[in-house]
């Protein structure tokens, strides 16, 4: 697949005549081989987007979302890395790919914005420099055609002066900046899905939700897929058609946004949203944080990878790992012994038995803790104030 000056070896549908989905990940495992082990950083991942929409993907640090993404995109290195599944990207198999078939692919059909732009930019080279080697590469540009660009190009993404500023380097400019020329780079040859990973770390709330809407915009005028890498479900919430949640490697949960956030199934999913700061939650109030920390990728517990820390784990979560399934609708999966219904776990009464101290006398007391089934025949019948506060 030799590719000459300014053409593609790869032949793509136009976006009008494409079928099906943009982007099939099927069952992708990638890991590393360390001193300590092999660790499973992806772990039998599958999804698929479409062209035009936004996928989000939300997980704590960790938990293998930035080594997916760069699994997609082939970005991996060359050595002590084990890879299996396959990723199909507008007809192609990427994964089939080597190092120079895939350079006909990437900037000019697929992107990455990358998650530090501060290390990502090459800090010897004006930005205007770094933005015009793909219009040449990909475009066949002259030089002098790619700077013009160039400059239209930081003008879009909301860069001031850009005539001037297309002679600045990397260190001239602000974070919020930076991560304006990261987009500028990534769009600058129209690709068809640009996967941004944590493009809003470090920034802060305001710069972020510039750069959201920046990239929203884009995405409306040129139909592009976007894939948004993310720890915080709250970015994701008015931003994706629809959400994937990852720990320890795998998918825990996948759906609409809508029913994500309105039937959560996963307990981790759940701890996730309990942990976004509110507005309404008073000064000096504490954050609720996921107690524990994330398992050991080289020697994974059995069973759920999320039963050490789940507050409603049973023996059953601990003995035996749960698929990705169904309930109703299948556009929602989840991998839970006992889901969520109405924000209550599903799992059977647990009784605890706690310390009771009474003066110089102790005591116990033994509680039973409610399930999903228990507090709906709590409910009133009539529908009253408990059924309309959660609608």
């Given at each position: 697949m030799a590719r000459g000056r300014g053409t593609r070896s790869l032949e793509f549908k136009d976006v009008g005549s494409h079928d099906g989905p943009l982007?099939?990940?099927?069952?992708?495992h990638t890991s590393f081989r360390t001193g300590r082990g092999t660790v499973r950083a992806v772990d039998g991942v599958s999804f698929e987007v479409y062209e035009g929409k936004t996928l989000g993907i939300v997980g704590e640090s960790g938990s293998g979302k930035t080594v997916l993404s760069?699994?997609?995109?082939?970005?991996?290195?060359?050595?002590?890395?084990?890879?299996s599944g396959t990723v199909h990207f507008g007809g192609h198999e990427l994964s089939a790919m080597n190092e120079q078939q895939l350079r006909a692919v990437w900037g000019a059909e697929l992107s990455m914005i990358f998650q530090d732009p501060m290390t990502a930019l090459n800090p010897v080279k004006r930005i205007g420099v770094q933005i015009a080697e793909s219009l040449v590469l990909?475009?066949?540009?002259?030089?002098?055609?790619?700077?013009?660009?160039?400059?239209?190009l930081l003008r879009s993404v909301g860069i001031p002066s850009p005539e001037e500023r297309v002679r600045w380097y990397p260190f001239q400019l602000s974070g919020g900046m930076r991560q304006r020329v990261m987009?500028?780079?990534?769009?600058?040859?129209?690709?068809?899905?640009?996967?941004?990973?944590?493009?809003?770390?470090?920034?802060?709330v305001t710069v972020q939700?510039?750069?959201?809407?920046?990239?929203?915009?884009?995405?409306?005028?040129?139909?592009?897929a976007v894939i948004l890498v993310t720890h915080d479900l709250g970015v994701v919430a008015s931003r994706a058609d629809d959400i994937i949640v990852m720990y320890a490697g795998r998918v825990v949960e996948r759906a609409p946004t809508r029913t994500l956030f309105h039937d959560t199934k996963m307990p981790y999913t759940r701890a996730l949203m309990d942990s976004i700061p509110r507005l309404a939650d008073p000064s000096g109030?504490?954050?609720?944080?996921?107690?524990?920390?994330?398992?050991?990728?080289?020697?994974?517990?059995?069973?759920?990878?999320?039963?050490?820390?789940?507050?409603?784990?049973?023996?059953?979560?601990?003995?035996?790992?749960?698929?990705?399934?169904?309930?109703?609708?299948?556009?929602?999966?989840?991998?839970?012994?006992?889901?969520?219904?109405?924000?209550?776990?599903?799992?059977?009464?647990?009784k605890v038995t706690l310390e009771r101290t009474n003066g110089a006398t102790t005591g116990t007391a033994t509680a039973t803790i409610p399930t999903a089934a228990d507090v709906a025949e709590d409910a009133p019948a009539d529908g009253g104030p408990d059924t309309e506060a959660s609608s």
């Open positions: 982007l099939v990940v099927d069952d992708l760069r699994s997609i995109m082939g970005l991996l290195p060359p050595r002590d890395v084990i890879r990909h475009l066949g540009m002259d030089r002098k055609e790619a700077r013009s660009t160039a400059v239209e987009i500028a780079i990534a769009l600058a040859c129209a690709p068809r899905l640009v996967m941004a990973d944590e493009p809003t770390t470090g920034l802060d939700a510039q750069i959201l809407d920046l990239l929203a915009d884009l995405q409306r005028e040129r139909h592009m109030a504490r954050l609720d944080a996921i107690a524990g920390r994330p398992p050991d990728l080289i020697h994974p517990p059995t069973g759920c990878r999320f039963a050490p820390r789940c507050q409603f784990a049973q023996d059953k979560c601990r003995e035996s790992d749960p698929p990705l399934r169904t309930v109703g609708s299948a556009e929602h999966l989840f991998a839970c012994w006992f889901p969520l219904v109405d924000g209550v776990s599903t799992a059977p009464p647990v």
